[in-house]
Nanobody
Framework: VQLQASGGGLVQAGGSLRLSCAAS??????MGWFRQAPGKEREFVAS????????NYADSVKGRFTISRDNAKNTVYLQMNSLKPEDTAVYYC??????????????????WGQGTLVTVSS
């Protein structure tokens, strides 16, 4: 079982990035993205249900980020637009084994990817 996150990088404020998280080894239920900035605790970013029909977002990213998934490819995406310096963080994808719904709590996830660094310059 593996979650492989990719797509991070350096971008100027106002720019865009798309993160991907490819899951292998089994089919997952709900999936999510979290982030951890230097010196701060890990925080919720976005979550999507197994069907893709339900999503939820942290207030700080609503209207700028979009989570989606392609179940045929077992991959979840995070499209990040209008990036701000405060979005700088290591972004982690997470997966739920048994539950198909969304969750904004890190305790709701059973498996985590290795993280990908997003740096937004001002």
């Amino acid at each position: 079982v593996q979650l492989q996150a990719s797509g991070g990088g350096l971008v100027q404020a106002g720019g865009s990035l798309r993160l991907s998280c490819a899951a292998s080894g089994r089919t997952f239920g709900g999936m999510g993205w979290f982030r951890q900035a230097p010196g701060k605790e890990r925080e919720f970013v976005a979550s999507i249900s197994q069907s893709g029909g339900s999503t939820n977002y942290a207030d700080s990213v609503k209207g700028r980020f979009t989570i989606s998934r392609d179940n045929a490819k077992n991959t979840v995406y995070l499209q990040m637009n209008s990036l701000k310096p405060e979005d700088t963080a290591v972004y982690y994808c997470a997966a739920r084994f048994y539950y198909s719904g969304t969750s904004s709590s890190s305790d709701g996830y059973d498996y985590w990817g290795q993280g990908t660094l997003v740096t937004v310059s001002s």
